[in-house]
């Protein structure tokens, strides 16, 4: 069975801060690695994912992920947070032989002007 | 290029009813997948269709059922309606089936069982 835990129900950042949005997973084999955002009232919008290579992977607004297979984590990173990264996201993972994503709780972020 | 959409955007039915939602998925892609995403929880899978099959089903009753048309469009349909479907369910769809594809959502359609 494969997992997401993201341990931060929500974070708070001031803008121009960094921000960090922490996931750790479970799954069997190596897996694929995914971020979503959800805006209030909005669907699902891919940031960036994680298939295999290179460790820090870069996305969409800025934001960048990495990948550490010894701690199964694949955090969320911005280094200057702005007040319209405030939402909420979603970690994903999926095994290599499977069809199912499976996305964890989710993380408010909100960021203070 | 036009996103996936949904119809409707919002529905109020009555526990026992059926109800049929709808996705278009973006023009090109052949495989989509449905969610459910019950409120201050993560989107949980349902089905996943692949020109036209079934190609994978997540841990929901056969309440639940779905199907892919000729134009790689979907429907969701589920019947004798409980309280606890109340949920927004998501419709997504990406290029092809593999794992390493990302999916991209649509907006949703709010479902309120009463």
């Known amino acids: 069975a494969q997992s997401v835990a993201q341990p931060e129900d929500q974070v708070n950042v001031a803008e121009g801060n960094p921000l960090t949005v922490k996931c750790t997973y479970s799954?069997?084999?190596?897996?694929?690695l995914f971020w979503y955002v959800q805006y209030p009232n909005r669907g699902l919008q891919f940031l960036l994912k994680?298939?295999?290579?290179?460790?820090l992977v870069k996305g969409s607004y800025g934001f960048e992920a990495e990948f550490n297979k010894s701690q199964t984590s694949f955090h969320l990173k911005k280094p200057s947070a702005l007040v319209s990264d405030s939402a909420l996201y979603f970690c994903?993972?999926?095994?290599?032989?499977?069809?199912?994503?499976?996305f964890g709780a989710g993380t408010t972020v909100t960021v203070r002007a | 290029d036009a996103g996936v959409t949904q119809s409707p955007t919002h529905l109020i039915k009555t526990r026992g009813q059926h109800v049929t939602l709808r996705c278009s998925p973006i023009?090109?892609?052949?495989?989509v997948s449905w969610y459910q995403q019950v409120l201050g929880q993560g989107p949980q899978f349902i089905f996943q269709?692949?020109?036209?099959?079934?190609?994978g089903r997540g841990n929901f009753p056969d309440r639940f059922s779905a199907r892919q048309f000729p134009n790689y469009s979907s429907e969701l349909n589920v019947n004798a309606l409980l309280l606890g479907d109340s949920a927004l369910y998501l419709c997504?769809?990406?290029?092809?089936?593999?794992?390493?594809?990302?999916?991209?959502f649509g907006p949703g359609t709010r479902l309120t069982v009463t």
């Open positions: 997504a769809s990406s290029l092809v089936t593999g794992s390493s594809y990302e999916q991209y």
């Open positions: 799954v069997s084999g190596n897996p694929y």
């Open positions: 994680y298939i295999t290579g290179d460790n």
């Open positions: 994903a993972v999926r095994g290599r032989d499977d069809y199912k994503l499976s």
């Open positions: 023009s090109g892609h052949k495989s």
């Open positions: 269709y692949y020109e036209k099959e079934e190609r």
